[in-house]
């Protein structure tokens, strides 16, 4: 798979004690430690200088990295590049074939149906030009709505939101799950797993309910699990 989620941990083991109560698979690979749930797969990783953020794999970046100059700094480094659109998320452009040759689990988590990867960001036109040149196409929502979606040929998505669109806390960058109006059962997963929640939203519930949540792992990464 040639497209990673990225995140770093100040406790490799704390990271996948989290990942594991949330019933992720846990993927052996010489190479890295990864976490998978159905076509989501994570690499964990402690060092330091790691920023949350995504992993794209290509045998040469070069042009591209030569074009996204026009919009962003672009830092070479000894494997590829890296840049940040405007939400400030890390994208690493890592050159040469992905080390990861796994396959991905039929499984869900306990955290139902992912979606995909989502950002909040000051101009959602400038993300959308920096992500086309990456290889993602639009797939979903418009610019009218405050909303766009797009996804590469990895079947990876990435909603870019406007500023002041989600009535919630927003942690960049997030992973999206939506449940189709039966999130009730997996929040309480949640709550029995012992995972803390950083945000109870009622916003969307004309009852008053929680039904939708947000949680967030030890390296950054949010997690939206919605009623949607």
Known sequence: ???????????????????????FTVIADENATLVADGNLLMEINPDRFVRAGIKLYRNSWSDIAEELQNFTKVHQTETGYFLADPSNVRIYLIEGNSPFSVELPASKSALGN???????????????????????KKSMGSMEQGWVAHTNDDGVTVSFMGPNTCPHLFFNPSLTYFNGGKNLPVIEKIRKAGIPIA??????????????????????????????
């Open 114 to 136: 992912y979606m995909g990867l989502s950002l909040e960001t000051t101009d959602i036109e400038e993300s959308v030009v920096i992500w086309e040149k990456l290889g993602f």
């Open 199 to 228: 945000e109870e939203i009622t916003f969307f519930n004309k009852e008053g309910i929680v039904d939708n949540v947000i949680i967030r792992e030890p390296g950054g990464y949010g997690f939206f699990i919605f009623n949607d």
């Open 1 to 23: 798979m040639n497209t990673v989620i990225y995140t770093p941990t100040p406790n490799l083991k704390e990271s996948l004690a989290f990942f594991q109560k949330l019933d």
